[in-house]
């Protein structure tokens, strides 16, 4: 019983451990800085009687700016800190000098990424594309000098205007991951180990349920230089947007996906139902995922006698199933066409 406790303790850390190197959401608080001063100031030389005001602005201050980082997959390095403050502007000088301009804050995030303002829990943007720019809290102006005020009737004035306050707020980041292709199943259904023999990336691949806890994202080949990005999201059981298992927390990134594939393992009991369960774990979490194209892969047909292959369906709900193997390559082909085909087509459409 001791023993059985130790082990439960440390899968639990480990469970803890590696969804914390996953950070899909973090807040924090970003302030712009305050513009300079402006300077009250009089022109002081020899032989120039009655000089005049020579007071400059103040400097503007600096922003905070969210931009995409293409290399960026998680937001793990914005876990800790909470308050990003730019630089306050400088104060103007004498001789109608103007304060420098405060230092930008650049923050970097990746490609996918939801900006919230927490307090008004309004969408501050949706950042994208590679180098993609969001000020989220502007630099206050520096206030002016007081050679602005002078004039005919007004030859010496003896004020000038403070600097503005920069925005402060509170965000919120949500990260959705951008990937062309989402596969959906239950744990063990073979979805890391399809994801490892299609791109370069190595997911976590063993013979107990839930080793992928945290999504990963490969790049797979299609052919004639073309490719697409394929996301494996952990394992869903009955009940999983009721928060059992590991929950539905991760499906929000298969919410930008273009192309749906469900694994069924090729020798579960009732491959219908198995298909059923997955549909009705995502129209629960948001029924909206149903509307995006499906293909049905039946993984792990090594195991599977030749009568019990050509058993297999050829269409559910009218979407093809293609029985493969990931471990001999059987069906990957075929596979990798139906995948091919449908974003060729969804390209295609999204050009015209």
């Not at 931009?67 to 403050?85: A, D, I």
């Not at 490609?111 to 927490?118: E, F, I, P, Q």
């Not at 969408?123 to 809290?137: M, R």
């Not at 774990?281 to 006698?305: H, N, Y």
């Amino acid at each position: 019983m001791i023993f059985k406790k130790a082990v439960l303790k440390h899968c639990l850390f480990h469970i803890r451990v590696k969804t914390m190197d996953f950070v899909d959401e973090v807040s924090f608080q970003v302030t712009g800085g305050r513009g300079g001063d402006g300077c009250v100031s009089f022109r002081r030389e020899k032989f120039v009687p009655k000089g005049g005001p020579d007071g400059g602005d103040g400097g503007n201050g600096g922003h905070v700016i969210l931009r995409v980082n293409p290399q960026l997959t998680t937001l793990f390095h914005l876990r800790t800190k909470k308050l990003y403050k730019a630089q306050r502007g400088h104060h103007g000088k004498g001789k109608n000098m103007h304060g420098r301009r405060g230092e930008t804050v650049e923050i970097p995030v990746p490609s996918g990424t939801l900006v919230y303002d927490t307090d008004r829990g309004i969408c501050l943007g949706d950042l994208t594309s590679a180098g993609q720019t969001l000020i989220v809290a502007e630099g206050g102006n520096g206030g002016k000098g007081n050679a602005r005020f002078a004039s005919p009737t007004r030859q010496a004035p003896d004020f000038a205007m403070e600097g503005k306050t920069g925005i402060s707020r509170w965000i919120r980041l949500e990260l959705k991951l951008l990937a062309d292709v989402g596969l959906v199943g239950k744990p063990n259904a073979g979805k890391s180990t399809l994801l490892a023999s299609l791109t370069a990336a190595k997911p976590k691949i063993a013979d107990y349920p839930f080793t992928t806890l945290v999504p990963n994202l490969g790049i797979v080949p299609l052919g004639e230089y073309r490719q697409c990005v394929m996301a494996d999201i952990p394992g869903l059981i009955e009940g999983a947007h009721e928060g059992k298992g590991l929950g539905d927390r991760f499906l929000r990134h298969i919410e930008r996906t273009r192309l749906l594939v469900f694994m069924i393992e090729s020798h579960a009991g009732d491959i219908g139902a198995e298909y059923a369960l997955l549909k009705q774990e995502l129209k629960q979490f948001d029924a909206t995922l149903l509307e995006k194209p499906r293909v049905i892969a039946l993984t792990k047909t090594d195991l599977l006698g030749e009568a019990e292959k050509k058993g297999l369906p050829e269409q559910i709900d009218r979407c093809r199933c293609y029985g493969i193997s990931a471990v001999t390559g059987e069906g990957i082909g075929a596979f990798k066409g139906e995948i091919g085909l449908q974003i060729g087509k969804m390209n295609h459409a999204a050009s015209s």
